[in-house]
């Protein structure tokens, strides 16, 4: 149960867009759309930004959207705001009947 | 509205017992399986177990199997994680988190979680 692997940062200009990967196997985000992904900031609780590869929450910025090719789902994050900055983390269900997260990635708004 | 409060946590010695609670309110409790999930200082977040809805399924993260016990009670909307054989690895925040699901194709993600609850493995 090897953490799915994200990059350990990206940072990114008000405005911009940046994009998330997440990189797992065809027993994990490959072979499930049971992707989800998570915004979390210091000393606060995990919020959901996406769930089933692509849909959005209600209440959750437009900005924020998901997908999925192959073995990898990816977070886009357009017009970059400074509140988006924070850690983000990508989750799948296993093949195992057991769950996984990604390895996480703190997004710096520059 | 849904809140999940955890508590139980605190200092324990390596190799003792701790048993957390996770209080729920604001949705019928026995419709939801529970999560629990851990972040370890500096460290990313780990899914550490699940109990369905009727509480007679439970599934565990291979770091915890076998130390942890994930249970409920649906007639305290209340669910469990016993933690034996603790060691100083298993320092972190503890959080549990609400499973939704929004059809038999739409589930296996956290739509609401607790604010957390930490444990500190030290002698």
């Known amino acids: 149960q090897s953490a799915l692997a994200q990059p350990a940062s990206v940072s990114g200009s008000p405005g911009q867009s940046i994009t998330i990967s997440c990189s797992g196997t065809?027993?994990?985000?490959?072979?499930?759309?049971?992707v989800s992904w998570y915004q979390h900031h210091p000393d606060k609780a995990p919020k959901l930004i996406i769930y089933?590869?692509?849909s959005r929450p209600s209440g959750v910025s437009n900005r924020f959207s998901g997908s999925k090719s192959g073995n990898t789902a990816s977070l886009t994050i357009s017009g970059l705001q400074a509140e988006d900055e924070a850690d983000y983390y990508c989750?799948?269900?296993?093949?195992?009947?057991?769950?996984?997260f990604g390895s996480g990635t703190k997004v710096t708004v520059l | 509205q849904v809140h999940l409060v955890e508590s139980g946590g605190g200092v324990v010695q390596p190799g003792r017992s701790l048993r957390l609670s996770c209080a729920a309110s604001?949705?019928?409790?026995?419709?939801?399986?529970i999560h629990w999930v851990r972040q370890a200082p500096g460290k990313g977040l780990e899914w550490m177990a699940v109990?369905?809805?009727?509480?007679?399924?439970?599934d565990y993260a291979d770091s915890v199997k076998g130390r942890f016990t994930i249970s409920r009670d649906n007639s305290k909307n209340t669910a469990y994680l016993q933690m034996n054989s603790l060691r100083g690895d298993d320092t972190a925040v503890y959080y549990c988190?609400?499973?939704?699901?929004?059809?038999?194709?739409?589930?296996?993600?956290?739509?609401?979680w607790g604010q957390g609850t930490l444990v500190t493995v030290s002698s």
């Open positions: 065809s027993s994990d985000v490959g072979g499930y759309d049971h």
């Open positions: 089933d590869v692509r």
């Open positions: 989750f799948s269900y296993t093949s195992s009947y057991t769950y996984v």
């Open positions: 604001g949705f019928t409790f026995s419709d939801n399986p």
């Open positions: 988190a609400r499973e939704g699901f929004y059809s038999s194709n739409s589930w296996g993600f956290f739509d609401y």
């Open positions: 109990i369905s809805s009727n509480g007679r399924n439970a």
